[in-house]
T-cell receptor, first 114, second 114 residues
Framework: AQSVTQLDSQVPVFEEAPVELRCNYS??????LFWYVQYPNQGLQLLLK??????LVKGINGFEAEFNKSQTSFHLRKPSVHISDTAEYFC????????????FGKGTLLTVNP | GAGVSQSPSNKVTEKGKDVELRCDPI?????LYWYRQRLGQGLEFLIY????????KSGLPSDRFSAERTGESVSTLTIQRTQQEDSAVYLC????????????FGEGSRLTVL
């Protein structure tokens, strides 16, 4: 079985500041990793994913994440945030192979203040 | 339609009543998932359909919950004899097959049990 821990339930930042949203996972096998974003009153949408290859993954809206196998982490970063980045961010993991279940963390609410 | 459509968007019901939630998938998406999102919690896996294979019902919390899907068409999630703890947003997600594929989420059905 796999699990996901998002260490911060809420992250308030000022506009144009850098931000890092932390995600750690636990799995007995290799995994695929995802970040999804949920804007207010909208459905979840994929921000970025790590499948294989380069450990630094770039996504939409200037976000990137780095897969660290030794630390079992997949932290999300953005060098300069905008008001419009205010949303809930979910880290998710799926085991490679036949398992298809996507397991989500509890989410991190990013609030960008002017 | 262009995306995953869920109905109703909001449902208020009295304890003990049955409710039915509907999900219209993206055309051609063989995989369909139901998740539950309680306030302040992550997404809780409920059930998974893949084409005509037997569904994975391992996430259903009790026998009051059931779901159906015929082939690659509409899915319905039914909750019988609703309880207050069933109050949550029920999310439907669809994708193409299994493995590393992206999931596309509907905007959810918000259920409030009084």
């Amino acid at each position: 079985a796999q699990s996901v821990t998002q260490l911060d339930s809420q992250v308030p930042v000022f506009e144009e500041a850098p931000v890092e949203l932390r995600c750690n996972y636990s799995s007995s096998v290799s995994v695929y990793l995802f970040w999804y974003v949920q804007y207010p009153n909208q459905g979840l949408q994929l921000l970025l994913k790590y499948l294989s290859g380069s450990t630094l993954v770039k996504g939409i809206n200037g976000f990137e994440a780095e897969f660290n196998k030794s630390q079992t982490s997949f932290h999300l970063r953005k060098p300069s945030v905008h008001i419009s980045d205010t949303a809930e961010y979910f880290c998710a993991v799926r085991m490679r192979g036949s398992n298809y279940k996507l397991t989500f963390g509890k989410g991190t609410l990013l609030t960008v203040n002017p | 339609g262009a995306g995953v459509s869920q109905s109703p968007s909001n449902k208020v019901t009295e304890k003990g009543k049955d409710v039915e939630l509907r999900c219209d998938p993206i055309s051609g998406h063989t995989a369909l998932y139901w998740y539950r999102q309680r306030l302040g919690q992550g997404l809780e896996f409920l059930i998974y359909f893949q084409g005509n294979s037997a569904p994975d019902k391992s996430g259903l919390p009790s026998d009051r919950f059931s779901a159906e899907r015929t082939g690659e068409s509409v899915s319905t999630l039914t909750i019988q004899r609703t309880q207050q703890e069933d109050s949550a947003v029920y999310l439907c997600a669809t994708g193409v097959g299994t493995g590393s594929g992206e999931l596309f989420f509907g905007e959810g059905s918000r259920l409030t049990v009084l």
